[in-house]
């Protein structure tokens, strides 16, 4: 058993190094100038085994988007418990999102995506279209609220980003564009919780 997992286990890890390599890359030179061979190199293995992973620059960046969005979207558990307080179950939600977005890793991943985006705009546009056809757990949550007649929401998808925005604002935007540390336990749940409340205030 250990001889055959054994090869699997090195070739994961020379998958994850080609893409943290590749990251790395992305946001120093840009997509366009980032080559397969200076992929190779800082990831310290042949330009044959980045392809035997990814057949080009472009199935690289796709898969790390996917890696991306995969990341933001994953959830173990089903957002929405009918006869529950709204409250609580929304403040859990955000302490999610929030634990995320303070990652170190996931901060890497959208600092490249953004910066690839602003490069190369067209490039982006048609992952982030395919991907937007998969429901993030928020706007899940709130459309399962809504239809319990819980919450009083026209747009869910509208009040989803606005609900983003406001934990965003404190826990993406300043990390990803200023550079400023990620918040604490402590700062995470008055974000959450003062969203929550501005939240439900208005559509509850």
């Known amino acids: 058993?250990?001889?055959?997992?054994?090869?699997?286990?090195?070739t994961d890890r020379k998958r994850a190094a080609i893409v943290e390599a590749a990251i790395e890359e992305f946001l120093a030179a840009g997509f366009e100038a980032t080559s397969m061979d200076r992929i190779a190199a800082r990831a310290c293995v042949s330009k044959r085994t980045v392809y035997n992973h990814f057949p080009s620059k472009e199935a690289l960046f796709e898969a790390i988007m996917l890696q991306?969005?995969?990341?933001?979207?994953?959830?173990?558990?089903?957002?929405?418990?009918?006869?529950?307080?709204?409250?609580?179950?929304?403040?859990?939600?955000?302490?999610?999102?929030?634990?995320?977005?303070?990652?170190?890793?996931?901060?890497?991943?959208?600092?490249m995506a953004i910066?690839?985006?602003?490069?190369?705009p067209e490039r982006a546009n048609d992952m982030v279209t395919r991907m937007g056809e998969r429901e993030e757990d928020l706007t899940v949550w709130i459309r399962a609220a809504t239809a319990a007649g819980r919450l009083n929401i026209d747009d869910p998808l509208f009040a989803s980003q606005q609900l983003q925005g406001l934990v965003k604002a404190f826990a993406f935007w300043p990390q990803v564009a200023m550079g400023k540390a990620p918040l604490d336990e402590d700062e995470q749940r008055k974000v959450a919780e003062a969203a929550a409340d501005m939240f439900l205030a208005r559509y509850a």
Do not use: I
């Open 1 to 10: 058993m250990e001889s055959s997992t054994a090869p699997q286990r090195l």
């Open 68 to 111: 991306l969005w995969d990341a933001s979207h994953a959830t173990d558990t089903s957002p929405w418990r009918a006869g529950e307080p709204l409250r609580p179950q929304l403040v859990e939600l955000l302490m999610r999102k929030l634990r995320l977005l303070n990652d170190a890793s996931f901060l890497s991943l959208a600092r």
């Open 115 to 120: 910066a690839t985006a602003m490069h190369a």
